[in-house]
């Protein structure tokens, strides 16, 4: 869909001309012999739930990260990215450890994130090589710019030297570099549908048997909408890793193995032995879960609007119960609820800021991007976006 009053973001093509350019003026040697790329994703329902064994169903988007590049005959590794949004390029040189020693973290922090794919990769040792990266994933923008560097790094070291090809176990080694070399007790939904994404189709993820069904969402009536905050609040690096907390305590108190094994009927049997932030923290995430399970109902019926009452009562959830969200967002949720034509609209990944997603029919689109500019207290960037296709690896010309 043309929409002049949402930005513009580059193609894959366009990147991997950027990436290739990098490479050539930092390295100066012949063109990369690789080239791959791993979407960022947005969210649809389903959140916090991944931590908890839940469902989620998120989509892959058709912003991604690019990684072009050349295998080296030593052990070590240079990286450069464009990284525009943090004044970049930016460039990074480290070596492999030659003994098996592990690749600890370290500086430049956004280094890790190669080192731990790395680290976690399914068929070591990991040869020298040299990279050069383009991205159209806003950076710390709550679209996992993150896990899409991770899993185009996996891609990438699977041209050089191929693994199993378990693509499951290519996310969970992902989520694995993520938690010991970014530090983030993250779940399995960014990498999995990074990994797993499928062109025309959201994905419902079940994150404990780690199966995903392909739900088709592909109707040119509709347009999903991402509005970017553009705050970041500070609380995101320490609240996560509380609310995890407390999730597994809570399912720990109701002597259950996860919160997805719990009931409604089971919290509030349990009510007096949970302290009230518990209780809460648990009931988001119990009615989250049976959300997620509703709303894959309603969009397999072309119900829409009842799946976007599905994402308000989300987002509702996520401010109220576990405290989340933040003013920015909530603002773009009204504003984004009083345009005619829109189904629904909430908060999309970890939250204290990132963006929101709104579900409505296509023609609403202008207005409501024009009504969100006028309401909202910041300076808001829009995607529309459309389901788009896992990590692959791409032709060079
Ligand atoms: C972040 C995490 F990385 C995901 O695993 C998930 O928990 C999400 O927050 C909240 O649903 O994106």
Known sequence: LFCPMASSFPNVSELVARARRLYRQVFGEEAPQVAVCAPGRVNLIGEHTDYNQGFVLPMALPLVTVVVGSQTSGQDVSVVTAAEDAGGPLRADFSLPSDGSPLSP???????????????????PVPGFRAAIASSVPLGGGLSSSASLEVAFYTFLQQLKPDDGDKVSKALACQQAEHTHAGVPCGIMDQFVSVL?????????????????FVPLADPGLVI??????????????????????????????????LRDTTMKDLEEARDRLDAVTYQRARHVI???????????????????????LMVESHNSLRD????????????V???????GVFGSRMTGGGFGGCTVTLMQAHAVDRTILHI??????????????????ARALSLP
């Not at 280094?111 to 399914?122: D, E, P, S, T």
């Open 225 to 258: 909408l991402i509005t970017n905050s553009n705050v970041k609040h500070s609380l995101t690096g320490s609240e996560y890793p509380t609310r995890r907390r407390q999730c597994e305590e809570a399912a720990s108190i109701l002597g259950k193995a996860s």
């Open 197 to 213: 994404g499928r062109e025309g189709h959201a994905l419902l993820i079940d994150c404990r048997s780690l199966e995903a069904t």
């Open 373 to 390: 500019k006028e309401r909202y207290s910041g300076t808001p960037t829009f995607y529309v976006t459309t389901p788009s296709e896992g």
């Open 321 to 332: 119960l576990y405290e989340v969200s933040c003013k920015e967002l909530d603002e773009l």
């Open 334 to 340: 009204s504003a984004a609820m009083e345009v005619e």
């Open 106 to 124: 370290g500086l430049p922090s956004w280094a890790n994130y190669v080192k731990g794919v790395i680290q976690h990769y399914r068929a070591p």
């Open 287 to 309: 009615e989250e879960i049976e959300r997620t399970v509703q709303a894959v109902e309603t969009l397999k019926r072309g119900a829409y609007a009842e799946f976007g009452k």
